[in-house]
């Protein structure tokens, strides 16, 4: 009995979870503005695809992510195996504590060394502030993931293979990379999610012409609900979460 | 007498423990030759030392009267069999084997006759394209003797090469591994923690005891002739007559005896009888005799005795 | 091998060293300065701005936001608990069953709060929804308001509770729950006196995850909460941008960090969650 009250009060919190972007996706495709149903319309899809701003917002977001991301799964990924090898306990520490520090402090930090940088090295804010800063906070995720993976290695493999002479740069590329490739992918993926989603901290970093799909989105959301804002949502959410899922998949 | 593989006073000292302590041994080539002890005892450690993956904190390693100590694992011409195989999950069989001769950048035609020629000598013909997860106990370990193998080294060191295989495999791939030693003529070093497993494969054998090596010996020597009761008691069952210690199979149980004692236990094993007995100083005793004898029972009145020339003296030894 | 693993360690070191530590102490030097004429900072280098911390202005705000992240907090508790326990239980399908829950986490955070607005509002699903069945005849106020910010950060953080939780309880030593049983306790008895003392390290892991990250929130006070409903996480932002005055911004930045490494540690240091 216990089992069947569980399961349906499951399905609840699973609704719970579900249903408002399930929602969302529906009344993207509602012909009228309004929150009652008129019939089945593409038309805010075509809208958003007009739209010039959200379009070179959205490929901001991907350079930016796809940039930021490659730089942090490789950082990340050798900084995972290096600690891996022996801990060091003040980096382990310290990215830590970049996990846990609230957004909107990271944002704000960051902003303080961009400015500082901008007085003394005249470098302005930009795509490439953006970058560095998603490097920065997705960093540690990629460890995260990473390290976990690393610790289902079998240290005696990286033994054999320099017992059979190769040199520990080589057991590394040879054998041990291509065992963690699946976490290093995923890692990847997290770190590619993450980027594309920011808004906090990207909005406080980026400058005039290198603004984020997120920015629009929350600007659009501020000034009141909008079809238009349902439809970008549901797209967002279906590649974020078909990345996901790819990403579930490749570490099985 | 070659000596292939030599230990000076070679040592590994931890803060807390000492693994190896002061060990030295001379193996010949073409050798089998056997580190025997309890689990802790250090000889995993040597083997390690030996390989490469740690370096001692005293003594020398020699291998054909070259120090090898300053040497990384890829610089050394001495090969491991892990204990647990270590084979690389996401090559196959061949590549596995290749590994080795292409990190030496050894010519194709060359490296492709040399691992055929290892995969036949390991009865692996056929499964070269065989994934490490596809493979059986006994052939992953047949993958990882040929890996090592086909790159020819001086030794060949095998970390308990029987522990990880079923048990009633064991005793016919402790036969075939002989066989393979003998076949290639490469010297072995295995360490086991199984004093049947080293009395019958290895030609000489260093029984180590808390880094320290306390005889070495042919197995019959360290069997029959042993010099410390930590070797006596570890190769073996020992009845104990304050210094004197005889082997069960030595022990004889009759009406009367050298020292009498009162039946507590006759079990009939098959191939033997297997009599415990109790002295009047409340001494517990075992006799394993002939199974024709099999006429004791629990409460009988008995003597126990021996062949002088099978006792075995120790002094009283300092722990 | 040394040089090796400094060289692989370094390309972290550096991304840490120079935009996180060093971003920490500006705004560190930053909060011990007084506000500039044009925004930014400039000397004299004063303890002013943390003694406007105190402000009782400040002081409601920190309430507010303690006891926002607090109820959300234990919102998600409730809530999770037996939803960890469904997924323990679930055998086989457990991984299919986590999965479910986090995936919706990975999309999009801003999405899944616009999704509320969208929901809440007075022209919103739920309103037009209980206008047409006839139950009211005017709207709702959902929006704008502290319920919808709970109910945004329940919404978006109960997967940070669900997993430690799961965590814990999937280890759980089924063979006590059998024993517990064999003494004549019932499911109940043998839920709130053994199931849940032992799940105590999920518990305090989840929670301090749960309220440490709503306590720093600022997307879902602003999308949801409106001017009503304002968190510590807003007023520092707001310092960065309207109300340019980057010392008092700094000061709180650095305060809230302090309050989040404090509860870590004497939340945390008997279990020593090593994530890294």
Not at chain 3, 155 to 164: E, I, N, R, S, T
Not at chain 3, 241 to 270: E, K
Request: net charge positive.
């Amino acid at each position: 009995m216990k089992r069947h009250a569980l399961g349906m009060y499951a399905v609840l919190i699973y609704a719970f979870l579900h249903v408002p972007l399930l929602v969302l996706a529906v009344f993207s495709f509602n012909s009228s503005k309004f929150t009652v149903w008129r019939g089945f319309s593409l038309e805010w899809y075509r809208t958003a695809f007009r739209d010039s701003a959200l379009v070179e917002a959205s490929i901001n977001s991907l350079i930016i992510a796809l940039v930021a991301s490659l730089l942090a799964t490789v950082a990340g990924t050798v900084c995972a195996y290096g600690l891996w090898k022996r801990s060091a306990p003040v980096l382990s520490e310290s990215l830590y504590l970049s996990l846990v520090t609230p957004e909107i402090v990271t944002g704000i930090s960051l902003l303080a060394l961009f400015q500082w940088m901008f007085r003394f090295l005249r470098i302005q804010l930009g795509m490439h502030t953006v970058i560095l800063a998603h490097v920065a906070f997705s960093l540690a995720y990629v460890v995260i993931v990473v390290m976990a993976r690393l610790r289902t290695f079998d240290p005696s493999l990286e033994e054999a293979a320099m017992d059979l002479g190769a040199t520990e740069w080589q057991a590394f590329r040879r054998v041990t990379l291509p065992s963690i490739l699946p976490g290093v992918i995923a890692a990847g993926l997290l770190a590619f999610t993450v980027s594309i989603d920011d808004y906090v901290i990207t909005s406080m970093v980026a400058g005039v012409d290198s603004e984020t799909l997120p920015m629009v989105i929350f600007q659009m959301a501020r000034r009141g609900v909008s079809p238009v804002v349902n439809a970008i949502s549901t797209i967002i959410v279906v590649v974020l979460g078909g990345l996901v899922l790819v990403s579930e998949r490749i570490q099985r | 007498m070659e000596s292939v593989l030599e230990l000076r006073e070679v040592s590994k000292h931890y803060p807390t423990h000492r693994a190896v302590d002061g060990v030295s041994l001379s193996i010949e080539r073409g050798a089998l030759y056997g580190l025997l002890g309890p689990s802790g005892c250090g000889k995993t450690t040597t083997l390690r030392l030996v390989a490469g993956f740690d370096s001692p904190t005293a003594g020398d390693i020699l291998l054909n009267g070259s120090s090898l100590v300053s040497l990384k694992p890829y610089e050394r011409n001495v090969n491991t069999v892990f204990q647990s195989y270590a084979l690389f999950p996401h090559m196959t069989v061949r590549g596995n084997i290749e590994f080795g001769l292409k990190q030496r950048k050894a010519p194709v035609n060359d490296l492709d006759a040399r691992v055929q020629r290892v995969v036949d000598l390991v009865q692996l013909t056929g499964k070269e394209l065989r994934m490490p997860a596809e493979l059986s106990g006994g052939e992953k370990q047949r993958v990882a003797l040929a890996r090592s193998l086909v790159l020819a080294p001086e030794v060949l060191l095998l970390d308990e090469p029987l522990s990880a295989l079923d048990p009633n495999l064991r005793k016919q791939v402790r036969s075939e591994l002989k066989a393979l030693q003998r076949r290639t003529g490469i010297t072995f070093v295995i360490v086991t923690h199984d004093q049947e497993e080293a009395l019958s494969m290895c030609d000489r054998i260093a029984v180590m005891h808390q880094g320290k090596v306390e005889q070495i010996g042919s197995p019959e020597d360290i069997y029959l002739r042993p010099r410390t009761r930590f070797v006596a008691e570890f190769l073996g069952a020992m009845n104990w007559f304050k210094d004197i210690g005889v082997r069960p199979e030595s022990t004889r149980v009759a009406k009367t005896g050298t020292v009498p004692a009162v039946v507590e236990s006759s079990m009939f094993l098959g191939n033997c009888v297997q009599v415990r007995a109790r002295t009047a100083d409340g001494v517990s005793l075992v006799a394993e005799i002939p199974r024709e004898e099999n006429h004791f029972k629990p409460g009988d009145s008995v003597g126990l005795s021996w062949n002088p020339a099978d006792e075995m003296r120790f002094p009283q030894e300092v722990n | 091998m040394q040089r090796l693993r400094a060289l692989f360690l370094a390309p972290a070191r550096a991304v840490n060293l120079f935009l996180f530590i060093a971003p920490m102490a500006i705004v560190l030097a930053y909060s011990l300065l007084s506000r500039g004429i044009y925004g930014g900072v400039e000397r004299p280098w004063t303890l002013e701005s943390y003694g406007r911390l105190f402000d009782p202005l400040y002081g409601g705000i920190l309430l507010r936001s303690f006891w926002i992240s607090g109820l959300s907090t234990l919102v998600c508790l409730v809530l999770g608990f037996p939803m960890a326990m469904f997924i323990a239980r679930s055998g086989a399908r457990r991984n299919l069953y986590l999965n479910l829950v986090i995936l919706p986490f990975w999309t999009s955070f801003l999405v899944r709060t616009y999704a509320w607005m969208f929901l809440l509002r007075d022209t919103g699903l739920i309103n037009t929804f209980l206008q047409w069945t006839g139950v009211i005849h005017e709207p709702l106020p959902l929006l704008y308001n502290d319920g919808a910010v709970i109910l945004g950060l329940v919404y978006g953080y109960l997967p940070f509770m669900v997993l430690p939780l799961y965590t814990t309880l999937e280890k759980l030593d089924k063979s006590l729950l059998e024993a517990s049983a064999d003494l004549g306790a019932k499911p109940w008895v043998t839920l709130t006196r053994v199931v849940i003392p032992l799940s105590a390290p999920g518990i305090r892991a989840g929670s301090i995850l749960v309220f440490i990250t709503c306590l720093g929130a600022y997307l879902t006070p602003d999308l949801l909460g409106g001017s009503k409903t304002v968190m510590i996480g807003n007023v520092i932002q707001n310092q960065f941008t309207s109300a340019r005055d980057w010392p008092f911004g700094a000061a709180a930045s650095l305060a809230l960090m302090a309050l989040v490494m404090v509860l870590l540690i004497v939340i945390l240091r008997r279990d020593k969650e090593q994530l890294l």
